[in-house]
């Protein structure tokens, strides 16, 4: 798969303040406006205590470490002989340090990628870091990040493959016997119970490709707080690429059907859901590579293609993990570590300090600064421990003594950065159109960055062009999209018949490497005549079959989203 990772009281850790830097209430998630139990409150899906505490975060590092980076390759090809994986370099502060420098308030450490390889001390396989010469076989990667973590005020969270490529277990930790799926089970359930039991308190958990096996009991009783991203027991969603956009609207709330799947991805938005399950987005600063590589370097994302991420995650009210690879020495790389401290400390710059922030609620919120100034971006805020209220607003600000509209929007959720163009006011107000119940606000606040924003910010995400990759003859398809499947994306099928119209879609089967994953193929949304497929990883195989009601016959066109 191609994707993914306090004490403080020593002078490094007194050093290591020195580094940090905080951003105002209005954008970390500070201080919130409180309102009595006793306020009204629409019938929406809320969410808990743990899921505001992981959205205040609001930006995390992942981080990608395996035999991967030995070999120049994004998967694990099990080539590399344990004697050559010795990162004697390897730093974890180094890595804190590089975190917090760009504002992330959490690690995701990739502890297991999808080769099996373990990067803690574990007996269950001979594919792991005790089975190598660095620090004498007695050295344990996760422990590291784990102390480092403590070390400098951050979260820990972690990253356990269900795909185990050296037993041979597959997307979702799937295997080719009952006999072979019980061993493996046995098996991902001693690594899983290891990880979260002995590094202490998790806030994020990783099961990339869902999971079949079980492992909510283990979640229950080692970890109740963390988030679980795929899989059964998920409480947070992902967002379906791998470029660093969230949609907008990009709505908190989902169905509950779609969300006991643990597939689903901001595509299953729906404001009135009644589930709460908010957006993450995951993207490498060495786009499109996660793991480093001798010939990536120039991939390295620029300070204005990381600004685009994050108003367009951040910005849209999503949850940011930033990939930073480790490379062989077990360090993260210069050019890596400039372009993410150069980011960090443009986004200190544009929003360490409103020009003017309040609270409320109503369908009006009136912000009166101290004297007329010049702004050039509004930041608003819900308080999303009441739901997510509002479904429509206009911006508007006085000028010369006239109301004028600054701009205008959907959702607003945890976080809205909009944009306008600069504009001296006296007075701003976010004035609510349509919304479910009365609208409380966390923050409304008002930024003269100075800069202007990252083109495209308000932009939908791209699309590509419909391709035809093949057809359907007596109401039957059966389609090989390897070919055409070159990312972790979610992509559409869009059934065109010859003549009549397309009723209905069944029969679905979509197969990754010859294994059937029906959680992972679904019809669009309210579309007759579309599916849509979740490809977390690049797989060696992609087939897709099935029975089209209606038209006998046609094209069939694949999109990528």
Known sequence: MKRRQMIVGTAQAASAATLRWTLPAALTGGVGHAWSASAESAPLALPSADQIAWQNLEMGMFVHFAPNTWQDTESDNLTTPLSEIDPKGLNTDQWAQTAISFGARYIVFVAKHQGGFCMWQTKTTDYGIRNTPWRGGHGDVLADVSASCRKYGLKLGVYVCPRDDHFGAKTGGVCATPELQAAYNTMYRQQLTEVLSQYGEMVEIWFDGSTVTQVSD???????????????????????????????????????????????????????????????????????????????????????????????????????????????????????????????????????????ETAGRGTQLTLTLAEPMQIDTVLLQEDIARGERVRQYRIEGRSGGEWRTLGEGTAIGHKRIQPIEPITVDTLRVVVTQSAGTPIYRSLAAFHTAEPPPRGWNAAPPIWAANEVGDWHDHSFSIDLTAKIDAAAQYRLRFVPQTGTVTGLRNLVLKLHGVAEPNFIKLAKGKTDQLTLNITGVAETVQVSGWVDGAAGGSILLQKF
């Open 218 to 356: 283990i979640l229950s009783k080692h970890q109740p707080h963390a988030m679980v991203f795929q899989g059964p027991s998920a409480t947070i969603r992902w967002v379906g690429n791998e470029d660093g956009f969230a949609p907008y609207p990009c709505w908190n709330s989902i169905d509950r059907a779609e969300a006991k799947t643990g597939t689903a991805t901001s595509l299953n938005s729906d404001p009135h859901g009644d589930v709460w399950m908010p957006n993450e987005v995951d993207v490498s600063i060495r786009r499109p590579d996660w793991f480093w590589s001798t010939t990536n370097a120039n991939k390295v994302l620029t300070l204005d293609q990381l600004l685009s991420i994050y108003y367009c995650s951040v910005g849209r009210g999503a949850q940011l993990l930033l990939n930073i690879p480790a490379n062989r020495d077990g360090l993260l790389s210069d050019p890596d570590c400039a372009s993410a401290r150069v980011f960090g400390l443009e986004l200190r710059k544009r929003f360490a300090k409103p020009l003017a």
